[in-house]
């Protein structure tokens, strides 16, 4: 039988080995464009990430990583769909979305299919900017987060609260901190009108700036329901690393105590919030308990709003 994508994946590194060759993706691609009615023009490599993203023309394609690979890119395909079909309809600012489906292939390829931002990513751009255009930023993305942060019906099955809990990003820590986190995290109550829609990963690769300083989000797969500073305490920590700029634009007059607050509760709960504690405070083997923590946030908030 004649596949439209014929190599061989049967684990995650079979995946890793093509999932960014446009000669093993251009048949499925052309058949998809084919079937959504869209002109596929030449297909480009885009920056790597889990599932197979390429630039046709002025579209984005991204075909998800199959069960085969070893990876439940399910929850990630209806996840993102899901975003990018709230944010394209409240006018957040996001590329929009102009088909999505499934190719029955020699595997089950689900695809979405966006329009390509041309801008280039915070993380690439931060180092140029002035004071007051990262004070323009930072009012920016405020503007952005305050639509996008509201709430919304239930959109897939994550549970953030008992998913931290048995988080396995931590466990390099401590143990009296990690008895510390369980133990916040069990006490931690939330309502449902405690949570709200939150994109979950605004890091400097997936906040992109066009050429007129527009801001763009990306990649809503991390999505979830979540108390909103599940949101902001990795805008302040991982997208802003504290810089005193972004942060008057997005938090205003901020108080260092109230942004201390926001993140440590924030990161105890975030998905990726034992990555991004290592990468902006320190080793993990340094944060002994829930109040060095504190202490050490406390330190780099203060220090980088005195400078």
């Known amino acids: 039988m004649n596949y439209l994508f014929s190599r061989d994946i049967h684990d995650w590194p079979s995946w890793g080995k093509v999932f960014q060759s446009i000669e093993a993706f ?25 599932n197979a993203v390429f630039k046709v023309g002025n ?22 769909r899901f975003g990018l079909e709230r944010a394209n309809k409240l006018g957040i600012s996001a590329p929009k979305l102009f088909a999505s489906g499934d190719v029955p292939d020699k595997y089950l390829f689900r695809y979405m299919i966006m329009a390509h931002i041309d801008g280039v990513s915070f993380g690439k751009m931060e180092k140029s900017l002035t004071y007051d255009e990262k004070l323009v930023i930072g009012q920016k993305l405020r503007a952005i987060t305050d639509k996008m942060n509201t709430p919304c019906e239930r959109f897939n099955q994550v549970d953030v609260r008992k998913r931290s809990i048995r988080n396995g990003r931590w466990m390099d820590f401590p143990v009296r901190f990690n008895r510390e ?47 909103v500073s599940y949101e902001q305490s990795v805008v302040a920590c991982e997208l802003f690393c504290f810089e005193k700029p972004y942060m008057l634009g997005y938090f205003g007059d901020y108080k260092v105590a109230d942004i201390v607050e926001l993140c440590r509760n924030g990161m105890l709960i975030h998905d990726f919030g034992g990555d991004i504690l290592r990468h902006s405070i320190g080793p993990a083997d340094e944060i ?3 109040e060095v923590l504190r202490e050490r946030l406390y330190h780099i908030v203060k220090t980088e709003k005195e400078k």
């Open 26 to 50: 251009a048949p499925l691609i052309r058949h998809i464009f084919q079937k959504e009615n869209l002109p596929c023009e030449k297909i480009e490599n885009c920056t790597p990430g889990t």
């Open 59 to 80: 579209y984005i394609v991204k075909i998800f990583a199959p069960a085969e690979s070893g990876m439940d890119t399910d929850s990630d395909y209806n996840t993102e």
């Open 181 to 227: 986190r369980v133990a916040y995290l069990e006490k931690l109550h939330m309502d449902k009108s405690d949570k709200v829609y939150v994109h979950g990963d605004l890091n400097p690769d997936n906040v992109l700036i066009d050429a007129n300083g527009e801001l763009y989000l990306i990649d809503f797969a991390d999505a979830v329901l979540a108390p």
């Open 288 to 290: 002994s308990s829930l």
